[in-house]
Nanobody, 120 residues
Framework: QVQLVESGGGLVQPGGSLRLSCAAS????????MAWYRQAPGKQRELVAK???????NYQDFVKGRFTISRDNAKNTVYLQMNSLKPEDTAVYYC??????????????WGQGTQVTVSS
């Protein structure tokens, strides 16, 4: 089994910054892509940013220039640095990982979610 544990959410004023972390643990051989998604009340879950195990990144237009995704492969951890936060960034943020298990099977895993609230 694999667990993804997120941290770093909270309440921040518009224009502020937060850094989310997500650490994976368990029967992991390696991790392929990792990503951050978010889900606002009454809306569908949407992709925010994605990073490959080689470090290539992809961002949705609504966060380009404000958010930065990164990862530490040695720690099986992905980060999301969020700057210039806006009220519309308020959502539950979920991390995602494509995990290659020790038996070489590939499974998708989700974190439990962390609340980010941007409000004055």
């Amino acid at each position: 089994q694999v667990q993804l544990v997120e941290s770093g959410g909270g309440l921040v004023q518009p224009g502020g910054s937060l850094r989310l972390s997500c650490a994976a643990s368990g029967s992991i051989y390696s991790i392929n892509a990792m990503a951050w998604y978010r889900q606002a009340p009454g809306k569908q879950r949407e992709l925010v940013a994605k990073i490959t195990n080689g470090g290539s990144t992809n961002y949705q237009d609504f966060v380009k220039g404000r958010f930065t995704i990164s990862r530490d492969n040695a720690k099986n951890t992905v980060y999301l640095q969020m700057n210039s936060l806006k009220p519309e960034d308020t959502a539950v943020y979920y991390c995602y990982a494509d995990v290659l298990m020790r038996d070489r099977t590939l499974y998708p895993y989700w974190g439990q979610g962390t609340q980010v609230t941007v409000s004055s």
